[in-house]
């Protein structure tokens, strides 16, 4: 568990059937705290223990409920993904719908990506300065530069689908923000705005 960022934590852990590093986040913040797409860190839930509790659990697209439930049956926590990918918890996981826009608990705003998927969801978090992505926005190698997951997991129309893509991250750039969180790859730290205009303009969007 590392403090990338005041209130925000980040840790790796190894997804069992993927079997690749994938990221998860705590955020410690003035409005309450939360974690997005958890996965049990290795130093086990006591980690929590004499910290704020999460008491939110945000998941970016519905294929990212990870450990979820152990959060839940830990601290109680509500789990929020939105609407469109409500149709996914069918095995008893009570998760709360929410919509593109909607001002979340622990002071997060949930902004429209999709492309991907119908609810593929960024969030962003004010008062960290911070907009975390799902699987519409990757760092190749987990930390190298900033692209897309490979192309048979984009559908028929993989271009179409990046076009998709860009045009929603180039929607975000409208927020104040300086700090990228990804679902895959590491955070990157300073300068993630300037990097993702960049990465928009190579793309001969926005």
Same mark, same amino acid.
């Given at each position: 568990?590392?403090?990338?960022?005041?209130?925000?934590?980040?840790?790796?852990?190894?997804?069992?059937?993927?079997?690749?590093?994938?990221?998860?986040?705590? +955020?410690?913040?003035?409005?309450?705290?939360?974690? &997005?797409?958890?996965?049990?860190?290795?130093?086990? /839930?006591?980690?929590?223990?004499?910290?704020?509790?999460?008491?939110?659990?945000?998941?970016?697209?519905?294929?990212?409920?990870?450990?979820?439930?152990?959060?839940?049956?830990?601290?109680? !926590?509500?789990?929020? !993904?939105?609407?469109?990918?409500?149709?996914?918890?069918?095995?008893?996981?009570?998760?709360?719908?929410?919509?593109?826009?909607?001002? /979340?608990?622990?002071?997060?705003?949930?902004?429209?990506?999709?492309? &991907?998927?119908?609810?593929?969801?960024?969030?962003? &978090?004010?008062?960290?300065?911070?907009?975390?992505?799902?699987?519409? +926005?990757?760092?190749?190698?987990?930390?190298?530069?900033?692209?897309?997951?490979?192309?048979?997991?984009?559908?028929?129309?993989?271009?179409?689908?990046?076009?998709?893509? !860009?045009?929603?991250?180039?929607?975000? +750039?409208?927020?104040?923000?300086?700090?990228? /969180?990804?679902?895959?790859?590491?955070?990157? &730290?300073?300068?993630?705005?300037?990097? /993702?205009?960049?990465?928009?303009?190579?793309?001969?969007?926005?």
């Amino acid at each position: 568990m590392h403090e990338v960022l005041p209130g925000v934590f980040h840790w790796v852990t190894i997804h069992d059937h993927l079997d690749t590093q994938v990221s998860s986040y705590y +955020l410690d913040g003035p409005q309450g705290a939360a974690a &997005i797409d958890p996965r049990v860190p290795d130093e086990g /839930l006591d980690w929590f223990a004499g910290r704020q509790p999460p008491e939110h659990v945000f998941l970016t697209n519905r294929h990212h409920y990870r450990h979820s439930d152990r959060f839940v049956e830990a601290f109680g !926590c509500t789990v929020w !993904c939105h609407r469109a990918g409500l149709h996914e918890f069918t095995r008893g996981e009570v998760v709360t719908g929410f919509d593109f826009g909607a001002q /979340l608990p622990a002071g997060v705003e949930a902004v429209a990506v999709g492309a &991907i998927c119908e609810e593929e969801t960024a969030l962003y &978090i004010p008062w960290a300065r911070a907009m975390a992505f799902a699987d519409g +926005l990757v760092r190749a190698g987990f930390d190298g530069p900033l692209g897309f997951v490979p192309d048979f997991l984009l559908g028929d129309d993989p271009e179409g689908v990046k076009d998709g893509l !860009c045009a929603a991250v180039d929607r975000s +750039l409208e927020r104040d923000f300086d700090h990228l /969180l990804f679902a895959h790859g590491r955070p990157w &730290i300073n300068g993630g705005r300037g990097a /993702l205009r960049r990465f928009v303009e190579s793309r001969g969007a926005g």
